[in-house]
């Protein structure tokens, strides 16, 4: 395979990947291969390969004669995903603060300026895409080929999920969103310090304010309406 070849399919893996997590290919969509390849310009097995790759990191599911399917998310997957996130993110982080080197605790670093970057600039996609990165070199860290995996499927709904319900003009969710950056600096922190039971600490409440965020979304405020005097009291 050519250079310039090689490129292109690795262009259009990192694309895919992109538009998955920001729902630009919708959760359940099914892929036009022939799409894909001319927009691309990779031939159709090359596209497969990369297909296979995709289905394997939990970004679509294959299905005989019908082709890919971006992963749905259900009621089942949601469900799961509630349950198994606080165990996998404390366990995965513990690990990170007793294996991390100190490339990646730069790379970490790096990463969380881009996050504080996208909160400030208000864009969704990019600080869903930022946050995302930060928690997977976090799994990077961990070095457990039994987490990783789990903690990979995790974030892909997990960025997802932060798609759906995000909002830059709800001051609550600012307050949640500046409060998650500095969970970022302080999970640095710990992990540059080799605390590993704080971080595991730390992944447990920065989780729980994933969850309230979230929660905050789905379930609306109130509204505030007088209702004026009840119709007995006019008659009165």
């Known amino acids: 395979m050519s250079e310039n070849s090689k490129s292109r399919k690795l262009r259009c893996l990192e694309d895919l ?7 630009e290919l919708e959760p359940g969509e099914y892929l036009d ?12 097995p090359p596209l497969r390969e ?9 970004y ?19 469900r799961n995903f509630f349950v198994a996130a606080p165990m996998i993110y404390a366990a995965v982080t513990k690990l990170a603060a007793e294996h991390a080197t100190a490339a990646q605790i ?3 670093k790096d ?46 709904d997990h960025t997802r999920i932060g798609m759906t319900f995000y909002s830059p003009r709800n001051p609550r969710t600012a307050e949640q969103r500046d409060l998650a950056a500095d969970q970022h600096d302080q999970f640095i922190a710990l992990i540059e310090a080799g ?29 505030d309406i007088p209702l004026g005097p009840a119709p007995a009291s006019q008659a009165t």
């Open 17 to 23: 990947r992109r538009r998955i997590l920001t729902q």
């Open 33 to 44: 291969e022939t799409e894909i390849s001319e927009a691309y310009e990779i031939s159709r």
């Open 50 to 58: 990369l297909l296979r790759q995709l289905a394997g990191e939990g």
């Open 60 to 78: 679509v599911v294959l299905h005989e004669n019908r082709g890919a399917q971006v992963a749905p998310m259900t009621h089942k997957t949601l």
């Open 106 to 108: 730069m790379r970490l």
């Open 111 to 156: 990463a969380q300026l881009l996050f504080r970057a996208a909160i400030r600039d208000g864009d969704a996609a990019d600080r869903a895409l930022a946050n995302e990165r930060f928690h997977a070199i976090i799994g990077e860290m961990a070095d457990n080929e039994f987490l990783l995996p789990s903690l990979r499927r995790l974030l892909i």
């Open 195 to 223: 605390d590993a039971e704080a971080a595991a600490n730390l992944a447990i409440a920065h989780w729980e304010l994933s969850r309230a965020e979230i929660e905050s979304f789905v379930t609306p405020a109130s509204i």
